[in-house]
Every structure is written in C-alpha cells, then in structure tokens.
C-alpha cells in the first residue's frame, strides 16, 4: 500500500508555469506505475500523463504533449508534473495516483492523493 500527497498548485496566468509534486511514503514507490489525472468542474476525470516504473517510459494525453512534462525520482518517493505554456482550460483538480498498471483509465489507480486546484487566469 502507499499513500500520496499532492502539492503545488495554485493561481497563474495563461502561458505560465507550475510544477507539481507527488510524496509517496512506503518502500515500495518504485514498484507503481504513477499517473497524473485532472478533473475539471462538470468534467469527468482524465488521464492527463503517466509515467513507468523506472521513470523511461511516459504517455500523455493530446490535449497537453509538448506543454507538460511528468518525471518521477525514486529515490525521493516523489513523483512531479512539469506543466508551461499553460491555458485556462488546464484549470482542473490535479490528481497524482498509484497503480500496478500502466494505464490510462481512473479505475486502474487504487492509491489517489488527496487533489491540488490549478486556476489559470486568462
């Protein structure tokens, strides 16, 4: 089991950046495949970037390549989201989550953290 604790988010202006961080505790962080989620008002939750065990393989969705960047340091239990050139439609909950799979579905994360709200002000 392992629990997460999300920080980092906040108000910025479209085009600007923000990192987020993901706190595992536990030994056993590098065994999970980690994926970062966002659930915007009246939206269902999407994957937005998942990253593999070893941190070498990563996916993430259209509607942000390029923009933003997930990255995990196993030695710091930690996983982190990279996001710039930011847009108001990135204003969402984010949620980093814990899996034994790479996958991009919700329902394939038992471990969530508990969310941090992004705004981006246009």
């Known amino acids: 089991q392992v629990q997460l604790v999300d920080s980092g988010g906040g108000l910025v202006q479209a085009g600007g950046s923000l990192r987020l961080s993901c706190a595992a505790s536990?030994?056993?962080?590098?065994?999970?495949?980690m994926g970062w989620f966002r659930q915007a008002p009246g939206k269902e939750r999407e994957s937005v970037a998942r990253?593999?065990?070893?941190?070498?393989?990563?996916y993430y969705a259209d509607s942000v390549k390029g923009r933003f960047t997930i990255a995990r340091d196993n030695t710091k239990n930690t996983v982190y989201l990279q996001k710039n050139s930011l847009k108001p439609e990135d204003t969402a909950v984010y949620y980093c989550?814990?899996?034994?799979?790479?996958?991009?579905?919700?329902?394939?994360?038992?471990?969530w953290g508990q969310g941090t709200q992004v705004t981006v002000s246009s």
């Open positions: 536990g030994r056993t962080f590098s065994r999970y495949y």
């Open positions: 990253i593999s065990r070893g941190g070498t393989v990563t």
């Open positions: 989550a814990a899996s034994s799979l790479l996958s991009g579905e919700a329902k394939d994360y038992p471990y």
